[in-house]
């Protein structure tokens, strides 16, 4: 597509359930990432993908937090369980990851997620 | 993992040039340095990028002293537009990476 594409755009839940984000990246981009933004703050790691691989976990802040990437596309991100304070702007960014020189992240519009 | 830091907030006035800079003391051979553009709502967007020396473009130039271990933004002749958080990010894109964000600065630009 022309753009990384985030869907849904807003999402309001309950506490205690689980809720999907969508990331559709730019076509060709095989490098796929995750990051958090709570209101006022800056964009918090979450977790990458080259390819359908995630080699780093470690940013997901609990085990409620999961990811995947099929057909290195389409990536979804499960918060399970969902608390008040996973509420946040969740953006997704693609980028090439094929060269060893400097890459540009290409972010969607994110997520802005509530839980009430 | 490089570490940056960044001035939390900066003031400007319409016209003006205004240089943010990014300290990232412990930046590996392999890293670029680049620089992001957040407007409220939405997510941020590529400005600049560089390795070393000086980088320009239709919007910005990038200034890298020769031991790399701090950068400049340079905004020139700003407008009211130009109010957003910029961000400085510093890693290995080889492959991807863990690419983590520092705090941001705040620019506003007043009339």
């Known amino acids: 597509g022309a753009g990384v594409s985030q869907s849904p755009s807003n999402k309001v839940t309950e506490k205690g359930k689980d809720v999907e984000l969508r990331c559709d990246p730019i076509?060709?981009?095989?490098?796929l990432y995750w990051y958090r933004q709570r209101l006022g703050q800056g964009l918090e790691f979450l977790i990458y993908f080259q390819g359908n691989s995630a080699p780093d976990k470690s940013g997901l802040p609990s085990d409620r937090f999961s990811a995947e990437r099929t057909g290195e596309s389409v990536s979804t991100l499960t918060i399970q369980r969902t608390q008040q304070e996973d509420s946040a702007v969740y953006l997704c960014?693609?980028?090439?990851?094929?060269?060893?020189?400097?890459?540009?992240?290409?972010f969607g519009s994110g997520t802005q997620l509530s839980v009430l | 993992l490089a570490k940056t830091t960044q001035p939390i907030s900066m003031d400007s006035y319409e016209g003006q040039e205004v240089n943010i800079t990014c300290s990232h003391n412990n930046i590996a051979t392999n890293d670029y340095i680049t620089w992001y553009q957040q407007f409220p709502s939405q997510g941020p967007r590529f400005i600049i990028q560089g390795y070393k020396t000086k980088v320009t473009n239709e919007v910005a130039s990038l200034f890298i002293p020769a031991d790399r271990k701090s950068s400049t933004l340079s905004l020139p002749r700003v407008s009211l537009s130009d109010t957003a958080v910029y961000y400085c990010l510093v890693g290995s894109y080889n492959q991807g990476g863990k690419l983590i964000f520092g705090q941001g600065t705040e620019l506003s630009v007043k009339p």
């Open positions: 076509s060709g981009h095989t490098a």
């Open positions: 960014a693609s980028s090439l990851g094929a060269t060893v020189k400097g890459e540009k992240l290409f």
